[in-house]
T-cell receptor, first 114, second 109 residues
Framework: DTGVSQDPRHKITKRGQNVTFRCDPI?????LYWYRQTLGQGPEFLTY????????KSRLLSDRFSAERPKGSFSTLEIQRTEQGDSAMYLC????????????FGEGSRLTVL | RKEVEQDPGPFNVPEGATVAFNCTYSNSASQSFFWYRQDCRKEPKLLMSVYSSGNEDGRFTAQLNRASQYISLLIRDSKLSDSATYLCVVNEAGTALIFGKGTTLSVSS
């Protein structure tokens, strides 16, 4: 399978714990995006990378969130000191440069904070 | 003001009906426009891009009005399999794609 893969698919954690999600994009895609989605809402933009450079970060993203893409391939999204409001589906997507428009999404990592 | 706003749903229509979804965006510098489809508990997938001259793909027609900052999607002859959430997506050059909240369509027999 050469699609976008995310791990873990599900994560249940207690409030205050740190969690990390991993995303492996489609191999020839330069751009990698992280979105968050809650029930009844559209995907909310968090951040995106072009190769290893983080080009944009949402104003809504608190300093508890950090993302990396160290070698321009896979990416990690870490949430420190989780809160119940962080419970959501975290979606990763990638696309080829130049801008072709189509984002290919992974199946997401569902986070539940108790 | 939200960047991308869509019609509130849900839309409940019988098979064969024609249904239209509307979307407005706030950033006049936006350059690219799309409709994505999201099935229940699945990831979003591209349905179609939206071009200035309007474009059609089978039963689906997309329109863009830059002056009014308005995008539409028309679905003709609705099928049961069209039941999904339709997401309006806007992209300013060099920035991330911004998604609307989505409009849910339910087609019944």
């Amino acid at each position: 399978d050469t699609g976008v893969s995310q791990d873990p698919r599900h994560k249940i954690t207690k409030r205050g714990q740190n969690v990390t999600f991993r995303c492996d994009p489609i191999s020839e895609h330069n751009r990698l995006y992280w979105y968050r989605q809650t029930l009844g809402q559209g995907p909310e933009f968090l951040t995106y990378f072009q190769n290893e450079a983080q080009l944009e970060k949402s104003r809504l993203l608190s300093d508890r969130f950090s993302a990396e893409r160290p070698k321009g391939s896979f990416s990690t999204l870490e949430i420190q000191r989780t809160e119940q409001g962080d419970s959501a589906m975290y979606l990763c997507a990638s696309r080829r440069q130049p801008n072709t428009g189509e984002l290919f999404f992974g199946e997401g990592s569902r986070l539940t904070v108790l | 003001r939200k960047e991308v706003e869509q019609d509130p749903g849900p839309f409940n229509v019988p098979e064969g009906a024609t249904v239209a979804f509307n979307c407005t965006y706030s950033n006049s510098a936006s350059q690219s426009f799309f409709w994505y489809r999201q099935d229940c508990r699945k990831e979003p997938k591209l349905l179609m891009s939206v071009y200035s001259s309007g474009n059609e793909d089978g039963r689906f027609t997309a329109q863009l009005n830059r002056a009014s900052q308005y995008i539409s999607l028309l679905i003709r002859d609705s099928k049961l399999s069209d039941s999904a959430t339709y997401l309006c997506v806007v992209n300013e050059a060099g920035t991330a794609l911004i998604f609307g909240k989505g409009t849910t369509l339910s087609v019944s027999s």
